[in-house]
């Protein structure tokens, strides 16, 4: 029981509280992030580093 807690925690709980922080010192739509954590993973983790802050255009 407490095993897929933790996998539970530490696959998509915690991908997503980072990448929410990360989005939101970075200007980007932390809820956006967020919600990639959640579905993504760690994975998201990194695209959240390189993501263009709000109101910045290419």
Excluded: E
């Amino acid at each position: 029981m407490v095993d897929y807690f933790l996998i539970t925690l530490f696959l998509v709980v915690l991908p997503m509280l980072v990448c929410h922080l990360i989005a939101k010192r970075r200007g980007s739509n932390p809820v956006f992030w967020g919600v990639m954590g959640a579905l993504f993973g760690p994975f998201a983790i990194p695209f959240a580093f390189f993501s263009k802050p709000r109101g910045q255009a290419d």
